[in-house]
């Protein structure tokens, strides 16, 4: 079985930083592009950041120049260093695999974490 696992959340004063982190776990093989989303309550879920497994990124207009997605594919764990953080980057943060290929070669699409949660106090 495959897991998505985030960690890093937590509460921060506006202008500083967090890392999340999301490591996957189980008999993996590869990886597809991976990334964050995002979802603040009443509002629906948005992308931040992606990241291809051969590290080509693409970021939301929003975090442009604050938020860094990176990966480690020899570990299955993507990162997101977010820094300057604003009250507006509060929500629950979602990892996402496009895809993962079992040791069995199985394909399994669309995996997602079960959220972290941050907080960013004004």
């Known amino acids: 079985q495959v897991q998505l696992v985030e960690s890093g959340g937590g509460l921060v004063q506006a202008g500083g930083s967090l890392r999340l982190s999301c490591a996957a776990s189980g008999s993996i093989f590869s990886i597809g592009a991976m990334g964050w989303y995002r979802q603040a309550p009443g509002k629906q879920r948005e992308l931040v950041a992606t990241?291809?497994?051969?590290?080509?990124?693409n970021n939301a207009d929003s975090v442009k120049g604050r938020f860094t997605i990176s990966r480690d594919n020899a570990k299955n764990t993507v990162f997101l260093q977010m820094n300057s953080l604003k009250p507006e980057d509060t929500a629950v943060y979602y990892c996402?695999?496009?895809?993962?290929?079992?040791?069995?070669?199985?394909?399994?699409?669309?995996?997602w974490g079960q959220g972290t949660q941050v907080t960013v106090s004004s």
């Open positions: 990241i291809t497994n051969d590290g080509n990124t």
């Open positions: 996402y695999a496009q895809w993962v290929r079992t040791i069995s070669r199985a394909y399994l699409p669309d995996y």
